[in-house]
């Protein structure tokens, strides 16, 4: 946290790197789960940080949706978290729920801004 932190403020502070211009928009991207070592984010600490220092933050629960949280909804529900402070959740059907496809949710704004930038 004390990194991600450190990174943020930096980003916040000297702007963009040639030109010091502020960011319109920093991102931190986090796996709900990361399957290589079964390790949990640490998601109330990263919301805080997101909170602070005005970030969005996406969250991959390809591997935890369905497999943590008292009804397999995720890392949200396992840390008590309110889904609406993730901006963007993205997952699989086919690890948890044996299913193809995939979902990506979020705001209207988020959601479009994807639809424009990566399909």
């Keep these: 946290m004390h990194s991600l932190e450190k990174l943020l403020r930096e980003a916040v502070c000297s702007g963009q790197p040639r030109?010091?211009?502020?960011?319109?928009?920093?991102?931190?991207?986090?796996?709900?789960?990361?399957?290589?070592?079964?390790?949990?984010?640490?998601?109330?600490?990263?919301?805080?940080?997101?909170?602070k220092y005005k970030a969005y933050l996406f969250v991959d629960e390809a591997h935890s949706i369905g497999a943590v949280g008292p009804t397999g909804r995720g890392v949200t529900e396992l840390f008590n978290v309110n889904p609406a402070d993730v901006d963007v959740m993205m997952g699989t059907f086919t690890k948890s729920f044996g299913a193809a496809g995939g979902y990506i949710a979020g705001k209207k704004v988020a959601m479009d801004f994807y639809l424009i930038f990566f399909i």
Excluded: C, N
């Design 19 to 51: 030109t010091h211009r502020p960011w319109k928009k920093i991102l931190i991207m986090v796996e709900g789960i990361y399957s290589m070592e079964g390790s949990l984010v640490r998601l109330p600490e990263i919301i805080a940080l997101k909170k």
